[in-house]
């Protein structure tokens, strides 16, 4: 396998003697769509600020392109595109102005696409960035981290403060930007929706560490959630292989597992003589199966 | 442009989206709705289309080409296979996992055998084939 465009070594973090990161291990390849999720205060922009060298570590490594965060070139931060949590879009520019002003620090600023991107976002080249509203200020600046045509695209919560219909378009501009299959893309979210209609791989970040970094679709079709009905009650220690939460009622039982199988629930309906209904979970239930742990 | 294709995807639902549109494109060859050799849209438009991801919509269609479903005509994109319209019985099989679903719910209401039976005949006939 090829080198992984990001790779984080027992990262550490810490503000005074606040630990924020407590040894964050990650490889991300080439070309997939991470979704970085936590809680509020998880750590997760602390965690791209290291990745851009923004933020120094305490200790460990985190290594982009092959360089590490703190010490990136020149010539490697001009593969790297970042859309920041608030934009850095000047109000007295109109839209045009913004993007020769952005375009200008960049050797290679591909204009064709930025001026196609442009016009499929519907964004008047005229308007003025000040009254642009928060969805279409967002667009932009995703479109102004793309006119380089980085090789690494980072955001960090590109849809925290939109509303659904401007979320939308953030995300179709998201997906554009996925077109390229050799670029690669983080982008933190708290929100659930927004990750599982463009993300290949979900990492989860929790209490300062990578809890799991897997793909969505096998996270989906392994983390399930089985609804036991027996004749007979059952025991309130009923112990299930993998389970991470198990509630029992009488002769009900709801629990979710971490790997579920034809086989293994084949298995289980014969030891406690039940039936067993198996429940599909959408990510922010698996999100939230996951944290009780 | 629309591929013409009457496929949904909800992301928040628990299953996969690949496997919404594996079961979707099954059910239509299957149905006839999708007749041998006619062809699928490309990776990119049906992606753009349904605002996914490519990745998502190549592996539903590697899936279902393993699957014999589809055939990849080089550098035409996917085809349905040839003799992939289903036989009743392949069809049937379609519809097995939301009758073992319908029949799970129902005992859980403690409904009887020909309550339910009552409940799905009520069902067709309020959906009466158009002829």
Redesign the interface.
Request: hydrophobic share 35%.
């Given at each position: 396998m090829s080198e992984p465009i990001l790779s984080a070594r027992n990262l550490q973090k810490a503000y005074g003697k606040r630990a924020v990161l407590k040894g964050v291990t990650l490889n991300v390849p080439r070309g997939v769509?991470v979704g970085l999720v936590g809680s509020n205060g998880a750590g997760k922009s602390t965690f791209l600020k290291c990745l851009l060298g923004l933020l120094r570590p305490t200790a460990g490594s985190i290594r982009l392109l092959g360089e590490e965060g703190w010490e990136l070139t020149p010539a490697t931060k001009a593969k790297i595109g970042y859309v920041p949590q608030t934009n850095r879009l000047y109000p007295w520019f109109n839209v045009s102005q913004m993007i020769a002003y952005t375009a200008a620090f960049y050797p290679a600023w591909d204009e064709g696409l930025v001026t196609r991107l442009i016009a499929q976002s519907g964004l008047d080249p005229k308007q003025r960035v000040s009254s642009l509203s928060t969805g279409q200020a967002q667009r932009l600046s995703i479109i102004l981290a793309l006119g380089h045509q980085p090789e690494v695209l980072i955001l960090d919560e590109p849809a925290a403060s939109l509303d659904p219909l401007a979320r939308?378009e953030v995300?179709?501009s998201l997906?554009e930007a996925?077109?390229n299959?050799n670029r690669t893309i983080l982008f933190s979210t708290h929100i659930?929706?927004d990750l599982?209609?463009?993300?290949?791989h979900v990492a989860l970040l929790r209490d300062g560490q990578i809890d799991l970094f897997e793909e969505?679709?096998s996270l989906?079709?392994r983390v399930k959630r089985l609804r036991v009905?027996a004749n007979h009650d059952l025991p309130h220690d009923l112990a299930i292989p993998g389970s991470l939460r198990t509630q029992v009622d009488g002769h009900f039982a709801t629990v979710a597992v971490n790997h579920a199988t034809a086989a293994s629930v084949a298995d289980l309906e014969h030891r406690w003589q039940a039936?067993i209904?198996v429940?599909?979970?959408?990510?922010?239930?698996i999100y939230l199966e996951l944290n009780h742990r | 442009m629309p591929s013409g294709l009457p496929l949904i995807v909800q992301p928040s639902s628990g299953v996969p989206i690949y496997r919404q549109l594996i079961d979707q494109i099954r059910a239509m060859v299957a149905g006839g709705k999708l007749a041998a050799g006619s062809s699928l849209p490309s990776v990119r438009a049906l992606a753009q289309e349904l605002d996914i991801n490519m990745m998502t919509v190549s592996k539903a269609y590697s899936r279902l080409e393993a699957e014999g479903y589809l055939v990849r005509d080089r550098g035409v994109g996917m085809r349905v296979a040839g003799e992939a319209a289903g036989s009743a019985a392949a069809r049937l099989e379609e519809l097995a996992p939301l009758s073992h679903e319908l029949v799970a719910r129902g005992r859980q209401l403690s409904l009887t055998d020909q309550q339910i039976l009552g409940s799905v005949r009520s069902e067709l006939k309020s959906q009466t084939k158009p002829s």
């Open positions: 769509v939308r995300l179709t997906l996925a077109q299959e659930m929706s599982e209609r463009v993300a290949s969505l679709d989906k079709d009905s039936s209904e429940e599909d979970l959408n990510l922010e239930e | -």
